[in-house]
């Protein structure tokens, strides 16, 4: 039999972990399948926003630039309307706590579960010079992040349905081990629109380069969404074209859906040329993030405000995270650490 716990640290009613990685360039596929709603669940849950530097070293991209990419993903999310008064929001190497749990939890977790996770077999046959321990361990840290204030709902799109299932795989086990610790999370699925890339045939993605950027100027953004791919059938402006099969039209369902009619009966008599109608796309995506970029350079001219928002952010994060990890230890029967005092 496993200790019990002296005192267990009581389950949330509903509280909301999300992980977000760090890139350069936050963009509006990450804003409508995740930003837009992590700033709407602060309204109906108590909600934690980790911004998952270590995850990133699994692959070891990028590495000399994390730190600025931590830090611009922190500028984003705050300017967004992550409100550091009512959410933490904290980066994960701050709270080392973070990777304790995550030695804990992998004495729980049977090889066999993680080399069958898709995301894991796809990154191994990426990089098959570098399948290390850390990437097979992904999905555990993943875990840890979550439990480690034993939440209860995690925002997540399809892509991360696997990984939260395998996390919801581990708390059982744990669990039937330890004794009841941790809440099985649940999915908060977002109405997650998939956002293709300018390319029109791929998820947009950073890596893909075929994103618009959430920050920077007007200029750059309407530049960008004029290199979109529309109706490749229409190849003359006096050709009509087929919105159904055009990107530059999708995106105009999320960024100015009342024009959508008008469009569509424009493109399809050759009203409007693809210029123009991705001219009043950009416009209205341009519309839509003034007043987030304007926050956002505001607060990139303040790197000290924003370095201590994630301080304090770390410093409540680890309130919680110390306390949980004071239970764990204790169920898996780790001897209790003497104070000096
Ligand atoms: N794996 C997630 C992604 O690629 C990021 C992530 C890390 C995460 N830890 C998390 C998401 C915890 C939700 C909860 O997007
Ligand atoms: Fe697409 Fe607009 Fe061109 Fe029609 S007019 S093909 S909707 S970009």
New binding site residues.
């Given amino acids: 039999m496993s200790p019990a716990a002296t005192n267990p640290v009581p389950i949330p009613d509903g509280r909301v972990l999300a992980g977000i990685r760090a890139t350069s360039d936050q963009h509006i596929g990450n804003y409508l399948g995740a930003i837009q709603n992590f700033v709407d669940l602060q309204e109906r849950f108590e909600c934690i926003y980790s911004i998952v530097d270590l995850h990133s070293l699994t692959t070891l991209e990028e590495t000399a630039e994390l730190a600025a990419n931590v830090h611009e993903t922190a500028l984003i999310l705050l300017a967004a309307g992550i409100d550091p008064a009512r959410s933490i929001l904290y980066v994960q190497s701050h709270v080392p706590e973070i990777s304790e749990l995550h030695l804990l939890l992998s004495m729980v977790v049977p090889n066999g579960w993680l080399l069958r996770v898709p995301t894991f077999k796809e990154k191994a046959r990426e990089q098959p010079d570098n399948v290390n321990y850390g990437l097979v361990g992904y999905p555990v840290l993943q875990t840890a992040d979550i439990v480690m204030y034993k939440a209860t709902h995690v925002p997540v799109g399809q892509d991360q349905l696997a990984h939260l299932e395998l996390a919801r795989e581990i708390v059982r086990r744990f669990n039937r081990h330890f004794g009841e610790t941790f809440p099985e999370p649940r999915p908060e699925l977002t109405e997650a629109p998939l956002v293709m890339g300018l390319d029109g045939a791929r998820k947009m993605s950073k890596s893909l380069g075929n994103h618009i950027s959430i920050a920077g100027d007007e200029a750059a953004t309407a530049k960008r969404v004029r290199s979109?791919v529309?109706?490749p059938k229409?190849a003359r402006r006096n050709d009509p074209?087929?919105?159904e099969?055009?990107?530059?039209?999708a995106l105009?369902e999320f960024f100015d859906p009342e024009e959508r009619p008008r469009?569509?009966e424009?493109?399809?008599s050759a009203g409007?040329?693809?210029?123009?109608?991705?001219d009043?796309?950009a416009g209205a995506i341009n519309e839509r993030f003034r007043e987030l970029r304007a926050r956002r350079d505001d607060l990139a001219a303040k790197p000290e405000t924003v370095r201590a928002i994630l301080a304090d952010g770390a410093d409540r994060a680890r309130a919680i995270a110390g306390e949980v990890l004071r239970e764990v230890q204790e169920r898996m029967g780790l001897p209790p650490t003497q104070t000096s005092r």
């Avoid at 099969?245 to 039209?249: K, P």
């Avoid at 409007?272 to 991705?278: A, F, L, Q, R, S």
């Fill in positions: 979109a529309t109706d229409r074209g087929r919105p099969v055009c990107n530059v039209y105009h469009i569509y424009q493109c399809t409007i040329g693809c210029v123009d109608c991705k009043m796309l």
